[in-house]
Every structure is written in C-alpha cells, then in structure tokens.
C-alpha cells in the first residue's frame, strides 16, 4: 500500500486583534489567516502497528520536549477511537518549520494527520467526528485542517472564507532560534481590548494589501512577545531594512515574522542577505497560497 502524504503548511497571521477574554481564559480573536509553502510533511502508511517517525532539521527537538509530536501522536489515537478503528498506521514527519514559533507547526502537523488519516481511511473531512476533534486538538487545528486563506474568529472554531489573496504574493519567514510559550504572551498582554478589522474593500495586488493590513490593523501579540523576547525587535528590523520589503509583521504569538515583499526577486534577495548577517536565524522565503494545491506544484521550484 502507498503512503497518503498531507503537507503541513505554516500559518500566517497577517492580522491579529484580541478582542476578548472568555472566563477560562481563552482569547477572542479576529484575524486574517493564510499559508505559506514553507511548509512540514505528513505521511501515513497502514502498518500492523503505531509508530511515529521524525525527520528533517527541526526534528530534533521534538525528541526531548515532544509537544508538537505528540499533537501527531494524539491525532492518529483520538481519530482511531472516535472511528472505532485501530491506529495502526506509521506516521512519518518530516519537521522542517521551528517548533513553537507562531506560525502553526505542531497544529499544521496535527491537521495534516487529520486529512491524511481521512484519505487514508477513507472518511470525509468534514465528518463530525474530526471537525470536533480539531477543535480539541489546539486552538490553530481548525484553520490548519482547512489551509486556506480564512478569517479566524472567537477562539478558532469560527471561520469563515476571506478573499483570495493576489497570485504573487512573496514573504520571507524569519525566526530568531527563541521558541515562544504561547500562554506566556498572551497572559503579558496589557491594555484595552481592540475591534475587529476584517477587509471590507477589496485588493488586486500585494501592494494594495500590505497597505489594507498597516491600516489600523496589527498583531496585538507582538509588544508582549517582545516583553518576553526583545530579538524580535531585531527580526522586524531587519525585514523592514530590505528591499522591497512592503510590510514586516509577527506571526501568532511569534517569534516568527515575515516580511511581504514586492516581488519573489526581492524576497529571495531579501532572504540572502538577513541570512548571510544572521547565520542563527531561520530564514525561509516562500509563497503564500490560497490554498494547498499550488504546493505540488511550487515543489518543483528550488525555493522548497
Ligand atoms: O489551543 P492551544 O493549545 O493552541 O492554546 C495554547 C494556550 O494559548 C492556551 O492554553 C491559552 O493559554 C492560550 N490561548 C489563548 N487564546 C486563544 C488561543 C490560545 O489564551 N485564542
């Protein structure tokens, strides 16, 4: 039998305003979320048993705090169980993106597990069984499952579709090497609440959207993630002083930010230089997608 791979694509925040605060301390949300083709793989194999793989540059830390393998591991059992069937499948993950970093990784993986489990097993995404277990999954599992361009509202499980964002759209990834405790920034938050933001006027280009996202909307996470890590100062600096670059923004609860640029050559430039200064730092250009069938495609590409 063939292995069923699932990609699992980093998650941008380009916007995020929290709104709220629920009394189990959850946070109400409204943000604007798309994928990028950086991306970790996902793929299962029947086998007479459960084993879990790990591969690729980031693997090795889910060794010694196996959060992110677990979300994997968790998938594959709960699924089984809610399906009464029997987890004997091989997963093997292929850890490119840091781990705990704001742009999804371990929930990415998890909603990989999911869709390729449902292929695997031959059962509809939007069975209840998984739509109810990606929720329990992690706040981000939602919007991963789907992957594609979508607002994200109240604690995640609200989403809706948001416009396709324009065919070339360049970024560059950028993470200091810190990983961020996502229940830390958010508890560092201080001040008011902010308002929704959603789009309400279209965009046909990156430059009309990077000047609709710096209009009045923000990531509110980012001056507590640079409370708790002021290098991200530093990352968004460093976006901000290339060329062509059109915005420079913090993902999720970070350290990860990206930069939107003008076109893929300056993203690619871009990318050369804060990596040839800053060997430490991952730094990843990539394109973001409306959806996941552009990766097969984008694989053929040196960027990936
Ligand atoms: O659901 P997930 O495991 O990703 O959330 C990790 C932690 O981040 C939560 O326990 C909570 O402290 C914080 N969080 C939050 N509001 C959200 C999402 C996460 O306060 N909407």
Not at 139 to 155: K, Q
Not at 180 to 198: D, H, L, N
Request: glycine residues 8%; negative net charge.
């Amino acid at each position: 039998m063939t292995a069923i791979r699932a990609y699992a694509a980093a998650k941008l925040n380009l916007y995020l305003h929290v709104l709220g605060r629920r009394e189990d301390g959850y946070h109400l949300l409204d943000s604007l979320v798309a994928f990028a083709s950086a991306h970790d793989l996902v793929e299962v194999e029947s086998t007479p048993y459960f084993s879990l793989q790990l591969h690729g540059p980031h693997s090795l830390p889910l060794l010694m705090e196996d959060t992110e393998s677990n979300l994997v591991t968790k998938a594959v059992f709960r699924l089984a169980e809610a399906l009464g069937r029997k987890p004997h499948v091989t997963v093997k993950l292929t850890k490119n993106l840091p781990l705990a970093s704001g742009i999804g990784g371990g929930s990415a993986d998890a909603a990989a597990t999911l869709r390729a489990l449902c292929a695997l097993w031959d059962v509809p995404l939007d069975h209840p069984a998984v739509t109810e277990l990606a929720a329990k999954l992690g706040a981000d599992v939602p919007v991963c499952v789907g992957s594609r361009t979508s607002y994200f509202a109240g604690t995640g499980t609200e989403l809706s579709p948001a416009p396709d964002l324009p065919e070339d759209c360049w970024v560059v990834l950028v993470n200091p090497g810190v990983s961020m405790p996502t229940p830390a920034v958010f508890g560092a938050r201080e001040g008011a609440f902010s308002e929704p933001a959603r789009l309400t006027t279209s965009f046909t280009d990156v430059r009309e959207l990077a000047a609709l996202l710096k209009d009045g909307r923000r990531n509110d996470l980012t001056a507590p993630a640079v409370r708790l890590s002021p290098v991200i100062t530093q990352v968004l600096a460093a976006l901000d002083s290339t060329a062509g670059c059109l915005l420079s923004r913090m993902s999720g609860s970070g350290a990860t930010c990206f930069g939107l640029y003008v076109d893929f050559d300056h993203a690619v430039a871009a990318a050369e230089l804060i990596g040839g200064i800053r060997p430490g730092w991952w730094v990843q250009p990539a394109a973001l997608l409306n959806d996941l069938s552009g990766l097969e495609l984008l694989e053929g590409v040196t960027l990936l």
